[in-house]
T-cell receptor, first 115, second 112 residues
Framework: AQSVTQLGSHVSVSEGALVLLRCNYSSSVPPYLFWYVQYPNQGLQLLLKYTTGATLVKGINGFEAEFKKSETSFHLTKPSAHMSDAAEYFCAVRNSGGSNYKLTFGKGTLLTVNP | ETGVTQSPTHLIKTRGQQVTLRCSSQSGHNTVSWYQQALGQGPQFIFQYYREEENGRGNFPPRFSGLQFPNYSSELNVNALELDDSALYLC???????????FGEGSRLTVL
């Protein structure tokens, strides 16, 4: 069975500060990993994904994440936070094999950005 | 290109009633997945439809059922509504069953 743990349900940073959102996963097979963002009253938007290849993945809006197999982690970072980054962020995992596209999500981390 | 659209956006039902939620997939996408997102939680997989057949199901009771139509749009039906069914229901389409998911904005269901 797969699972995702997001450490910290709420992270608060100042505008211009580093953003670090933590995600650890559990998977019995090589995983595909994702970060999604959800703005209020909206659906989910894909920020970035890791499938194979380079372990440092760059996404939209200046975000990036690094897949660390030894630590079973996929933390999301952004060097300098903007007010527009305030949203809820979800880490998700799926099997690299299998016949359907079931994503298992973490509980989410709410990011607030202070002026 | 039209994205994933869901209807209705909001609805209120009472316990025991039935509800149907609708989803139009993005053009060219033949796979639709449904997720339930309770307040303060991450989305949970309900089921996926690929070429009009169910292709995987999460841990949801049989009163949650679905359909996919020849144009790849989809419906989620929930019978005998319970208070715990109150949630945001998200539909996502993908170009094939293992492709990237594109989410709609969801249907928010409140059960009183």
């Amino acid at each position: 069975a797969q699972s995702v743990t997001q450490l910290g349900s709420h992270v608060s940073v100042s505008e211009g500060a580093l953003v670090l959102l933590r995600c650890n996963y559990s998977s019995s097979v090589p995983p595909y990993l994702f970060w999604y963002v959800q703005y209020p009253n909206q659906g989910l938007q894909l920020l970035l994904k890791y499938t194979t290849g380079a372990t440092l993945v760059k996404g939209i809006n200046g975000f990036e994440a690094e897949f660390k197999k030894s630590e079973t982690s996929f933390h999301l970072t952004k060097p300098s936070a903007h007010m527009s980054d305030a949203a809820e962020y979800f880490c998700a995992v799926r099997n690299s094999g299998g016949s359907n596209y079931k994503l298992t999500f973490g509980k989410g981390t709410l990011l607030t950005v202070n002026p | 290109e039209t994205g994933v659209t869901q209807s209705p956006t909001h609805l209120i039902k009472t316990r025991g009633q039935q509800v149907t939620l609708r989803c139009s997939s993005q053009s060219g996408h033949n796979t639709v997945s449904w997720y339930q997102q309770a307040l303060g939680q991450g989305p949970q997989f309900i089921f996926q439809y690929y070429r009009e057949e169910e292709n995987g199901r999460g841990n949801f009771p049989p009163r949650f059922s679905g359909l996919q139509f020849p144009n790849y749009s989809s419906e989620l039906n929930v019978n005998a509504l319970e208070l715990d069914d109150s949630a945001l229901y998200l539909c996502a389409s993908s170009p094939q069953f293992a492709g990237e998911l594109f989410f709609g904005e969801g249907s928010r269901l409140t059960v009183l």
